[in-house]
């Protein structure tokens, strides 16, 4: 590195994913947050880049839904009645 910096050559060390999310401007930066997963446990994930003064920087955690927790809401959204998506799921088609 010092010697591509002599030549004027724009240069900087390759960081481990570890080194990298732990460095002081990452945690300045508040760039890696963490959230409760309902069958993860404790995750953590990286932060938004967009910050903004007087806003808070905390980033609300959303977790990905489960696997078809949502079905039965699209299904009735598309049309389905709850005796119908009953008979589905009891059915083990969703």
Same mark, same amino acid.
């Given at each position: 590195?010092?010697?591509?910096?002599?030549?004027?050559?724009? =240069?900087?060390? =390759? /960081?481990? =994913? /570890?080194?990298?999310?732990?460095?002081?401007?990452?945690?300045? $930066?508040?760039? =890696?947050?963490?959230?409760?997963?309902?069958?993860?446990?404790?995750?953590?994930?990286?932060?938004?880049?967009?910050?903004? #003064?007087?806003? #808070?920087?905390?980033?609300?955690? #959303?977790?990905?839904?489960?696997?078809?927790?949502?079905?039965?809401?699209? &299904?009735? $959204? &598309?049309?389905?009645?709850?005796?119908?998506?009953?008979?589905?799921? /009891?059915?083990?088609?969703?």
């Amino acid at each position: 590195m010092e010697d591509l910096g002599e030549l004027n050559i724009c =240069v900087g060390p =390759v /960081k481990s =994913v /570890k080194e990298a999310l732990s460095h002081p401007q990452m945690l300045f $930066r508040e760039m =890696v947050t963490s959230g409760k997963h309902p069958f993860a446990g404790k995750i953590n994930k990286i932060g938004s880049s967009l910050k903004f #003064s007087g806003n #808070s920087s905390a980033a609300v955690y #959303s977790p990905a839904p489960g696997l078809g927790e949502h079905t039965g809401e699209i &299904l009735a $959204r &598309l049309g389905c009645s709850k005796n119908e998506i009953d008979d589905l799921a /009891k059915r083990s088609i969703v």
